[in-house]
């Protein structure tokens, strides 16, 4: 199932939005400030997906041994409908050019693939193995619950 657009705004219902998107950015970043605009209009885009803007320097304390060197750097997750933790898998994590069409074809791309692909599309490689077991990766979803 692919994720369509929309023109409304997101769903107020988050335990049956599937996708979770964060950024993590920080506000003294010139790239961030003028990327943001356009990340909270593909919320409106997708809103069968929760987007959410992490700074990351208000919450450095929760995010542990995560280093964010550039930005943007997003957190892609796809969550079983109806659950809001636990079967959970993270489909991307790391940096992005900050040109939103990048993001929304990877959001169409992941949204192509079934809740049963996903699993084995975060196991393709070592580097995604590695994001399902990192706890502070994994954790940023419930920093944003």
Not at 69 to 87: A, C, D, H, K, Y
Not at 112 to 139: C, H, K, V
Request: charged letters at 25%.
């Amino acid at each position: 199932m692919s994720l369509p657009r929309q023109a409304s705004a997101p769903s107020e219902n988050q335990a049956s939005e599937e996708f979770l998107v964060i950024c993590l950015c920080a506000e003294w970043c010139t790239t961030c400030r003028e990327y943001r605009p356009g990340f909270n209009e593909l919320a409106r885009e997708f809103p069968q997906a929760r987007f959410c803007w992490l700074d990351i320097e208000e919450r450095a304390d929760d995010l542990g041994d995560l280093d964010i060197e550039n930005f943007p750097t997003l957190f892609i997750q796809r969550r079983s409908v109806g659950s809001r933790e636990g079967n959970a898998t993270v489909l991307f994590y790391g940096t992005m050019p900050p040109q939103l069409g990048h993001l929304r074809r990877m959001i169409e791309s992941l949204g192509a693939q079934s809740p049963e692909e996903n699993p084995d599309f975060a196991q393709l490689s070592p580097e995604r193995q590695g994001w399902q077991r990192d706890p502070d990766i994994s954790r940023l979803g419930d920093l944003v619950a």
